[in-house]
Structure formats: structure tokens, C-alpha cells
């Protein structure tokens, strides 16, 4: 079975520039996830997706930060424009349904911002 | 919000036990997880613990939870140093949203 995919793994780019990441979760995984962990902190949830349908993005900077799942299945993470504070890892997990015992995490995308 | 506590490091030799502690805020959690993350990859699920469950055991992980305390504890029997990792611990309420430790790096000294 395939693991959750994510791209690009590293992106740095300069301040007030866009961008985005991509994530692919496991297959028929209803749940996903997106997560921002600075270094040395523990991943903190941005946005909880059910199929296309947002459960929860209260802690997303909505300002900057969008996401979106269209079909239900992959999504994407955008920030437009990036700070300086927005350096992370953003990792994407899913899981067979909401509350359910398991999720599984991506690699991650570590962005730099410069 | 609901908060998630660690202690920062800790050091072990090779062949000792490893146990490491966790505290939480919110009572309404459904599970308990621990997870593993090694240097530039994502985050591995070790071994959860449903909260109606005050232990369990996975081959070297022993996981207790005292929930009147609201405590977590792992503990790696015969730690080596491939098990030198950060380790999280996390709750998920029944909305499926978790709440992330800040991590406890274990060093496994041969």
C-alpha cells in the first residue's frame, strides 16, 4: 500500500512570494490533514479535511494561507505571501475516517523562507 | 486551547530502559499516541492507547495512562540506538482534531 506522498520535499523562496505544496493520501483515506511543524516544535493542525468538505481551520491563517480538496482526494496548501515565520516542514497525513485510531504522515515539505 | 506536555531530552545507555512522560490538558481525549520522528522524515505511529485503557504492550513499548492524572508514559524495554529519535506524544479528541507534545529527543548511548 502506498504512503502518503507529498511534493515538492524542500522549497525556499524569498518573502512575500507564493507558494504551494501538493499532497496525494492514502488511498480511500476519507481524512486529511495538513500540519505545520517549526524545528523544534511538535506539528500543530492548519486544516482537517472530510472527503471535499473542511471539518476544521481554526488555526489557519486565513490571511495567507489556503488549502483546498476538490475531489475529495489530493490537496493543496497555498501561501501567498509567504513571511518569514512561515519556515517549516508541512506535512500532510490522512486517515480512514474522522477519529479513528490512525494516521499516517507524509515526509513533509520543508520550506524556507528567506 | 488544549496543551500537551514533554520533557525536552533524554539519555540512556544501550540495553537500558527508556521511559518517557507526557502530561495533558484536555480529559475529553479518545486516544493517545505516540509517535517517532527520525532526522528529515515524517512522523512514524509507534503504538496508540485507546483512553478507556490504562496499559498496553507492543513488543518492546510498554504504554501506561493514567487518566485520573492525565498521563502518558512510554516505556522502550532494552533501548538501542536506532531508537534514538524525537519522540511525540499526542491526543485526538472524538472530532479526530490532535494536539501535539513539543517532543522528547532520546539519546541512545552505545
Known amino acids: 500500500e502506498a504512503g502518503v506522498a507529498q511534493s515538492p520535499r524542500y522549497k525556499i523562496i524569498e518573502k512575500r512570494q507564493s507558494v504551494a505544496f501538493w499532497c496525494n493520501p492514502i488511498?480511500?483515506?476519507?481524512?486529511l490533514y495538513w500540519y505545520q511543524q517549526i524545528l523544534g516544535q511538535g506539528p500543530k493542525l492548519l486544516i482537517q479535511?472530510?472527503?471535499?468538505?473542511?471539518?476544521?481551520d481554526s488555526q489557519l491563517p486565513k490571511d495567507r494561507f489556503s488549502a483546498e480538496r476538490l475531489k475529495g482526494v489530493d490537496s493543496t496548501l497555498k501561501i501567498q505571501p509567504a513571511k518569514l515565520e512561515d519556515s517549516a516542514v508541512y506535512l500532510c497525513?490522512?486517515?480512514?475516517?474522522?477519529?479513528?485510531?490512525?494516521?499516517?504522515f507524509g515526509q513533509g515539505t520543508r520550506l524556507t523562507v528567506v | 486551547g488544549e496543551d500537551v506536555e514533554q520533557s525536552l531530552f533524554l539519555s540512556v545507555r544501550e540495553g537500558d530502559s527508556s521511559v518517557i512522560n507526557c502530561t495533558y490538558t484536555?480529559?475529553?481525549?479518545?486516544?493517545l499516541y505516540w509517535y517517532k520522528q527520525e532526522p528529515g522524515a515524517g512522523l512514524q505511529l509507534l503504538t496508540y492507547i485507546f483512553s478507556n485503557m490504562d496499559m498496553k504492550q507492543d513488543q518492546r513499548l510498554t504504554v501506561l495512562l493514567n487518566k485520573k492524572d492525565k498521563h502518558l508514559s512510554l516505556r522502550i524495554a532494552d533501548t538501542q540506538t536506532g531508537d534514538s529519535a524525537i519522540y511525540f506524544c499526542a491526543t485526538r479528541s472524538n472530532a479526530g482534531k490532535s494536539t501535539f507534545g513539543d517532543g522528547t529527543t532520546l539519546t541512545v548511548k552505545p
Open positions: 497525513a490522512s486517515s480512514a475516517r474522522t477519529g479513528g485510531p490512525e494516521a499516517f
Open positions: 484536555d480529559s475529553s481525549s479518545t486516544y
Open positions: 488511498s480511500g483515506h476519507a481524512t
Open positions: 479535511f472530510q472527503n471535499n468538505g473542511v471539518v476544521d
